[in-house]
């Protein structure tokens, strides 16, 4: 298709408004005016808004943010308000509840000085500090593809709005721009569509282990005044998953009487007919978490996926133009459940070395440096010690808990090996033949939710006349291999209901429900042959996420 685009140029683009893309262009813009230097940034964000795809948990540590911006406690409107003030991991049985004892729980779990928040709220604060600095930030641009040339990464090329189903120009057709720069920064997020492209183009995954995942999905929920403790957080392991299971349960309690509620499974697990979301539902029906969503109301919904891998799934972090950062590289900290404070600092390094090049006058090269540098930064030395919690698992719950124990309490994350993590999530699932079928309980409509009346509650939307932007690169393969092996897992695994088997004339076939698509990418991660492609839909589609 032969289109004429319009052309734009930077010295530094960043893709991704989230945590670690505002933390880089709030960070880069102050060394400029530190230094009077005028150095052009801009930031595209595919969201139809900064936050509409933002969710998380979510817990700040502030270390980065402490660094960020001075005295941000005292700016106004800031959300960080919520500090936490007491906090329990338990245990839990079909039918009972266990206190784990402090001194079982690695310090780094605990929370002391932290702050429970709303993502998406922090981020749209984050655009603001930005803006008031002069940062450019664009709203609704998916970036699509990347400019390459000769071994070089030269800039984006944002998405065309108005292309049909069929692939061609419709009456509202709007061609994407090509943004040209001298660096460009990658902060899309968990399983990055065009950060998976940039690690095969320049080879960023050879020499470090792969890369594995889990699924969060969270409810945003309005309880009753007397449930309600704000500054309270309470993480659960155990029930309703099994010991060979990996995941767990998040609690907090923001003011206003509101609570995030959320479910995190990790993606290496084993029966195909497991279902994340229906354990999630599952979950709120324990005799001990019951009460607190009695009497309550669900405010919103959704799910994303998360990197579990840890220090030793980091890929090589630059390449000639530019470097992937935040979660887009994998900076989240497992055993702190927690990944935004590392995401930042992740960011604010990227930027303060491309600032350096700009100074030395170079364009387009390789930031050799940033990955010893984000190493040797306390959040490096904070990943690396975290480094063996997340394969300890492989063996199961119990055996897991007792090697992080081990590794955490008395080596305090300095033992002498580094663990490595079992197959790649998508080749984790046993056959159909070999799992037992979970049954799960109806939805009450209460406390409980069918998928698709809960996606209702993440303001998905989708222009429905456009591609579909779930790729597959087999046709046949969803019946030939998923349906024939795996009873179609891709039924149960997706949060929203995006995929449906169906028959025609008695023979099945799969439906992509593309409109229904929350963003999650987990059909990217645990399709059993890696078949299914996620790309960026048209700019602004998705979830449109509330205080998330």
């Known amino acids: 298709m032969n289109i004429t685009r319009e052309k734009m140029n930077y010295d530094l683009v960043i893709v991704g408004a989230g945590p670690s893309g505002l933390s880089a262009a709030i960070n880069f813009k102050k060394l400029c005016k530190k230094n009077n230097k005028e150095y052009s940034v801009c930031v595209v964000e595919k969201g139809s808004e900064v936050g509409a795809h933002i969710l998380s948990g979510a817990i700040l540590e502030p270390r980065a943010l402490n660094e960020l911006i001075e005295n941000w406690q005292n700016i106004e409107d800031c959300p960080v308000k919520v500090p936490v003030k007491n906090e329990s991991l338990k245990f839990l049985t079909e039918k009972n509840s266990y206190n784990i004892p402090g001194i079982f729980t690695p310090s780094v779990m605990h929370n002391k000085g932290n702050f429970i928040i709303s993502l998406g709220s922090f981020c749209k604060w984050l655009s603001k500090q930005a803006e008031n600095l002069g940062i450019e930030i664009y709203p609704g641009f998916a970036a699509s593809e990347i400019l390459i040339e000769n071994g070089k990464l030269n800039g984006i090329i944002t998405g065309d709005l108005g292309i049909n189903k069929n692939g061609e120009q419709g009456s509202n057709f709007q061609p994407g721009i090509e943004i040209y720069s001298k660096y460009t920064l990658f902060a899309e997020g968990c399983r990055g569509h065009l950060g998976k492209r940039l690690m095969d183009e320049f080879n960023l995954r050879d020499n470090v282990q792969h890369q594995t995942y889990g699924i969060g999905l969270k409810e945003l929920w309005e309880i009753k005044n007397e449930n309600?403790?704000?500054?309270?957080?309470?993480?659960?392991?155990?029930?309703?998953?099994?010991?060979?299971?990996?995941?767990?349960?998040?609690?907090?309690?923001?003011?206003?009487?509101?609570?995030?509620?959320?479910?995190?499974?990790?993606?290496?697990?084993?029966?195909?007919?497991?279902?994340?979301?229906?354990?999630?539902?599952?979950?709120?029906?324990h005799p001990k978490m019951k009460y607190v969503f009695e009497g309550g109301r669900r405010i919103s919904y959704g799910a994303r996926a998360l990197n579990e891998g840890g220090f030793q799934s980091l890929p090589k972090l630059s390449f000639p133009g530019g470097a992937i950062i935040g979660c887009d590289a994998g900076t989240l900290n497992t055993p702190k459940i927690k990944g935004t404070h590392t995401a930042m600092k992740s960011g604010m390094i990227?930027?303060?070395l491309v600032y350096n090049e700009l100074e030395l006058k170079k364009e387009?090269?390789?930031?050799?440096?940033?990955?010893?540098?984000?190493?040797?930064?306390?959040?490096?030395?904070?990943?690396?010690?975290?480094?063996?919690?997340?394969?300890?698992?492989?063996?199961?719950?119990?055996?897991?808990?007792?090697?992080?124990?081990?590794?955490?309490?008395?080596?305090?994350?300095?033992?002498p090996w580094t663990l490595k993590h079992a197959e790649e999530d998508h080749l984790s699932l046993r056959k159909k033949t070999e799992s037992k079928k979970i049954e799960y309980p109806k939805a009450d409509g209460i406390i409980t939710f069918d998928r698709l009346t809960n996606v209702s509650f993440s303001s998905t939307y989708h222009e429905e006349n456009q591609p579909c932007h779930l790729k597959l690169n087999n046709l046949m393969v969803p019946i030939s291999n998923n349906l024939e092996f795996f009873d179609s897992p891709e039924q149960r695994y997706c949060p929203?209901?995006?995929?449906?088997?169906?028959?025609?004339?008695?023979?099945?076939?799969?439906?992509?429900?593309?409109?229904?698509?929350?963003?999650?990418?987990t059909c990217d991660i645990k399709d059993p042959t890696q078949n299914i492609n996620w790309i960026t839909p048209e700019g602004g589609g998705g979830p449109n996420y509330t205080n998330m």
């Open 228 to 285: 309600s403790n704000p500054g309270e957080v309470c993480h659960s392991i155990g029930w309703p998953l099994d010991n060979e299971t990996y995941g767990g349960s998040f609690l907090y309690h923001l003011d206003k009487n509101l609570v995030s509620f959320g479910f995190v499974i990790g993606l290496d697990y084993k029966n195909p007919y497991l279902s994340p979301y229906e354990e999630f539902q599952r979950f709120k029906m």
């Open 350 to 352: 990227a930027s303060e």
């Open 364 to 415: 387009n090269t390789e930031i050799s440096n940033f990955c010893e540098t984000f190493q040797n930064s306390w959040a490096g030395k904070e990943l690396k010690a975290a480094r063996n919690v997340r394969p300890s698992f492989k063996h199961g719950l119990r055996i897991g808990m007792i090697l992080s124990g081990i590794d955490q309490i008395i080596f305090r994350g300095k033992a």
């Open 496 to 521: 929203a209901g995006v995929y449906e088997i169906l028959y025609e004339r008695e023979s099945p076939i799969l439906q992509i429900n593309a409109q229904n698509c929350i963003h999650c990418k």
